[in-house]
């Protein structure tokens, strides 16, 4: 399967929303706020003002949307031993069910992961489910008792 993979552009923006949207709508039935084209018109506008920030990958198989992955930029306060501290977050990683377990999402991430790499990012970041931890466990992430969350809203999901 020939998979290409690539930094997506402010063209691609709706492409990426179809996929969120195919994600959290049609997969696990996420809808009730507004409806498939609000949500498209929404996130592509959104996608567009954050791309400074928020770095969209793209995978596609003959030319067909089939996956995204987001690197999102921080700068983290200075120290006296590193002045410059730029940290990344993985977010909404994002496989087409047909084709998960099929490397599409591996060669998504080495992307992602060169990518950060090339901006000299001191660490990365993600918030996984819990199906998915085995899958960054692969790619090099690992748990070390440090990062903790706090949940503003108790009753809102991530």
Known sequence: MDVEVRRAVA??????????????????????????ESFIDYFTTW?????????????????RPVGMAWLVLSNRTPSPTLMDRRAGDVQSVYIA????GRGVGAK???ALLQHARDLELVYLTVHSAATATGFYAKLGFFDDNQWMAYRIDQRSRP
Do not use: K, N
Request: proline letters at 6%.
């Open 11 to 36: 063209v691609d923006a709706p492409l990426l929303a179809r996929l969120r949207w195919q994600w959290r709508g049609d997969e696990r039935g996420e809808v009730g706020l507004v409806d498939r």
């Open 47 to 63: 996608t567009v003002d954050h791309l400074a920030t928020h770095l969209p990958f793209l995978a596609e198989v003959q030319g």
């Open 97 to 100: 069910p047909e084709l998960r």
């Open 108 to 110: 998504l991430m080495d």
